[in-house]
């Protein structure tokens, strides 16, 4: 069954804009945790954010803010005041307490307008 | 400080051949991976090591034998190589078990097998 999902393979945002990527998940685990990677197309991952399932509040990292709705199973990734750099492919991954294993959705490929 | 190196960059194969990806980390970290990343697919796990000693099946290990040299290293051989391993290969590695810890990985080897 697959565990975490990226419904958006492609999306486009105009620089200086504000952009969601979503991600879902699915585990019966109560601990756990989420992560953001980053891929430009020089090829390497890059983490950007990190959530706890049990963090009261939202993660940020500088522009990147992560919108966790524990009910839902949904750790949406936000950027703001988007940038050209900021073109590359998103990656939402988790982790459960249970397990030692890193489980990645299929990415999306963000492209910043100017 | 290097974090995770892998070798080589890039490496063309005839079917048949064999050939061992080798990665290292100078992080102290325990637990190390594997993981292949495909067009559309997002990066499946062949093989994980959570720490020094022992070794396990991810998602995707047919076709692969691993070895936890000591704690720094670990590596991917492929015994003998089929046009469906080109691909590119990450190796990771996280401090340890925990659901908050984040996996840090290094450049990737992009494999051809011809």
């Known amino acids: 069954a697959q565990k975490i999902t990226q419904t958006q393979p492609g999306m486009f945002v105009q620089e200086k804009e504000a952009v969601t990527l979503d991600c879902t998940y699915d585990?019966?685990?109560?601990?756990?945790?989420l992560f953001w990677y980053k891929q430009p197309s020089s090829g390497e991952m890059i983490f950007l954010i990190y959530q706890g399932s049990y963090d009261q509040q939202n993660a940020t990292e500088g522009r990147y803010s992560l919108n966790f709705q524990k009910a839902r199973k949904s750790a949406n990734l936000v950027i703001s005041a988007s940038q050209l750099g900021d073109s590359a492919m998103y990656f939402c991954?988790?982790?459960?307490?249970?397990?030692?294993?890193?489980?990645f959705g299929t990415g999306t490929s963000l492209t910043v307008i100017p | 400080n290097a974090g995770v190196t892998q070798t080589p960059k890039f490496q063309v194969l005839k079917t048949g051949q064999s050939m061992t990806l080798q990665c290292a980390q100078d992080m102290n970290h325990n637990s190390m991976y594997w993981y292949r990343q495909d067009p559309g697919m997002g990066l499946r796990l062949i093989y994980y090591?959570?720490?020094?000693?022992?070794?396990d099946k991810g998602e995707v290990p047919n076709g692969y034998n691993v070895s936890r040299l000591n704690k720094r290293e670990f590596s991917l051989r492929l015994e003998s190589a089929a046009p469906s391993q080109t691909s590119v290969y990450f190796c990771?590695?996280?401090?340890?078990?925990?659901?908050?810890?984040?996996?840090?990985f290094g450049p990737g080897t992009r494999l051809t097998v011809t």
């Open positions: 090591s959570a720490s020094e000693g022992t070794t």
């Open positions: 990771a590695s996280s401090e340890d078990q925990r659901e908050d810890h984040e996996q840090y």
């Open positions: 585990t019966s685990d109560p601990s756990y945790g």
């Open positions: 991954a988790t982790r459960w307490n249970t397990g030692n294993q890193f489980y």
